[in-house]
C-alpha cells in the first residue's frame, strides 16, 4: 500500500491476481474489474469502524453505472445486487441474476472502475419445500454466472422451517462467498425482529458450521416506498447485534429507502451494520424523480410522482411510462414494474440523457457513501485485506461454538415451539 487512502498498481495487479474468486476468472480471463467475495466487502466496513456501504440493487445499467463511478470517486468498496423478485426467473427488471456480472464487468473495464466490487443474490426467497428444491438447481447457476455472495432469505415461513432451509441449502454456496440470513421479512413496524429468533437462527447455523457474514433483520423498514417516518429503530437493531456479537456476525441493513439520514448514521455508528440495500430511491432518481434528501420519492397532492424537467429520462418517455403505468394500473410502489419493459427503450435514448441519469444516480450514492455510511477510503482496506489472505477466500470470522448435537432437527423443531414469535401479517412483501 502506497498511503492510507491509495493503492498502488503494483498492489492492484496483486489482489487483481489472487483476490477474484473462481467463477469470476473462468468468466473474466482478461479483466481488470476487481469483482471479489462479498466477505472482503464486509472485512473493509470492519476495518475501518462504524462504516456501512451500500448494496445498489442494480435494476438498471443505469443504476449500475451510476454506484459503481460513486464507488469510485468515494474510494469506497462496494457492493452491486440484484433480488429474486426484480432479476430471478420471474424478474421485472431486465438486469438478473445471470447477466449481472456481465454487465458490472463490462462497466468496471469501460470506465476504468478499480475499488472492489461484490455481486450479491440478495432475497433469495424460499416460501415452500418447493422453493428449497427448485434452489438447489438455480443457486449453483447464479454463482457459473459470476455472482460471488448470497442472501438466503426464508424469514416467510417459520423460525425451525427458515433454520432448516438455511441448512439444507449451504452445500450449494460456494465456501468463499459472501453469506447473508435473514429473521423476520422486511414489512415494517408489524412483526419485528426479536433477540431470540435472531440467536436461534444464528446458533443453529453455527451448530452446524455454517457461520454467515450478515444478518438481516425486520427492524421496522418496509421495501419501496416509506410512506410514513416509522423507519429502522435503532435501538432493537443494537440489542440484537448486541446478543449476537459472540458469533461476529455484521448486520445488513434493508429497506433503507424511506429512512432520512440521520436515522441511517445512527445505524452505522450505533450497530453493526455494514451493509445497506438501497432499491426503489436509485430507480426514481435515475428516471429523474422528484425526491427527498434520503431518496423517497415525493408525491404531489394526487398521489402521482413529479418528474424534474430536464432531470432523468426525456419528457416524452416520461408520458410512454405514465402511460404503460396507467394501462397496467401500475401505482406507487409498483412502478418498480416498469424496469422490464422500458429498459431497452431507455438504452436507446442519446447518449447526453443516458448519462444524465447515472449521474443523477452517481451523485446520490456518492453522498451517502462519504456523507452518511462513512465508507469513503474504505477501497484500500479491501484490498490489503486480500493481500493479507493471499486468496480469493479470507475465510470465516466466526467460529464454530455450539454443540451439532444440541441443533438436531427434532431439537431444532422443539426449540422453535418454545419461542414467542410474533410474523406480522400475511401478505406480498417481496422487494
Known amino acids: 500500500m502506497s498511503g492510507n487512502n491509495s493503492v498502488s498498481p503494483k498492489d492492484f495487479e496483486k489482489a487483481l491476481e489472487i483476490g477474484r474468486p ?3 476468472v473462468e468468466l473474466f480471463p482478461n479483466s481488470k474489474a476487481l469483482i471479489v467475495s ?3 466487502i464486509d472485512r473493509a466496513m470492519i476495518a475501518k469502524g462504524n462504516a456501512m456501504t451500500i448494496a445498489a440493487n442494480g435494476r438498471s445499467n443505469f443504476v449500475i453505472e451510476g454506484a459503481l463511478k460513486a464507488a469510485q470517486k468515494a474510494n469506497a468498496a462496494i457492493i452491486i445486487e440484484i433480488a429474486k423478485s426484480e432479476g430471478g426467473a420471474s424478474a421485472y ?10 454487465q458490472v464487468n463490462a462497466l468496471c473495464n469501460q470506465l476504468g472502475i478499480t475499488v ?12 415452500n419445500d418447493q422453493d428449497v428444491e427448485d434452489a438447489k438447481i438455480e443457486i449453483p447457476t447464479i454463482f457459473e454466472a459470476g455472482l460471488t455472495s448470497i442472501a438466503i432469505d426464508a424469514s416467510h415461513l417459520p423460525d425451525d422451517k427458515n433454520l432448516l432451509a438455511n441448512l439444507e441449502l449451504n452445500s450449494f454456496i460456494p465456501d468463499w462467498a459472501g453469506l ?7 414489512k415494517g ?8 429468533e435472531a440467536l436461534f437462527l444464528i446458533q443453529g447455523l453455527n451448530a452446524h458450521d455454517i457461520l454467515p457474514d450478515w444478518i438481516a433483520l425486520n427492524n421496522g423498514t418496509t421495501h419501496g416506498i416509506e410512506a410514513s417516518d416509522q423507519g429502522i429503530q435503532v435501538e432493537l437493531t443494537a440489542q440484537i447485534h448486541e446478543a449476537l456479537s459472540k458469533y461476529n456476525i455484521s448486520g445488513a441493513q434493508h429497506g433503507t429507502s424511506g429512512n432520512n439520514s440521520d436515522r441511517l448514521r445512527a445505524i452505522t455508528s450505533t450497530t453493526n451494520t455494514t451493509k445497506a440495500n438501497v432499491a426503489t430511491a436509485l430507480q426514481m432518481i435515475s428516471w429523474g424523480l422528484e425526491v427527498n434528501d434520503y431518496g423517497n420519492a415525493i408525491l404531489d397532492d394526487d398521489k402521482n410522482f413529479i418528474k424534474v424537467e430536464g432531470q432523468g429520462v426525456t419528457e416524452p418517455m416520461w408520458r410512454q411510462m405514465l402511460n404503460y403505468a396507467k394501462a397496467n394500473d401500475l401505482k406507487g410502489g409498483n412502478f418498480k414494474k416498469l424496469n422490464l419493459p422500458f429498459e431497452n427503450k431507455l438504452l436507446g435514448q442519446p447518449k ?3 448519462q444524465r441519469m447515472s449521474k443523477r444516480v452517481e451523485d446520490f450514492i456518492y453522498n451517502i457513501l462519504v456523507n452518511v455510511f462513512n465508507a469513503g477510503d474504505t477501497a484500500p482496506l479491501a ?7 493471499g486468496s480469493h477466500d479470507p475465510g470465516h470470522k466466526a467460529t464454530k461454538i455450539e454443540d451439532p448435537g444440541e441443533w438436531t432437527k427434532d431439537k431444532i423443531i422443539e426449540k422453535a415451539a418454545a419461542i414467542d414469535s410474533d410474523k406480522g401479517p400475511e401478505g406480498d412483501f417481496d422487494d
Open 22 to 24: 473462481p467463477n469470476i
Open 38 to 40: 462479498g466477505k472482503y
Open 180 to 186: 447473508e440470513t435473514e429473521v423476520g421479512e422486511i
Open 352 to 354: 447526453n440523457i443516458r
Open 383 to 389: 484490498i490489503q485485506t486480500i493481500l493479507e489472505a
Open 189 to 196: 413496524k408489524e412483526g419485528l425482529s426479536t433477540v431470540d
Open 116 to 127: 472492489p466490487v461484490a455481486l450479491h443474490a440478495d432475497h433469495y426467497g424460499i416460501k
Open 93 to 102: 427488471c431486465a438486469v438478473n441474476y445471470w447477466n449481472m456480472a456481465r
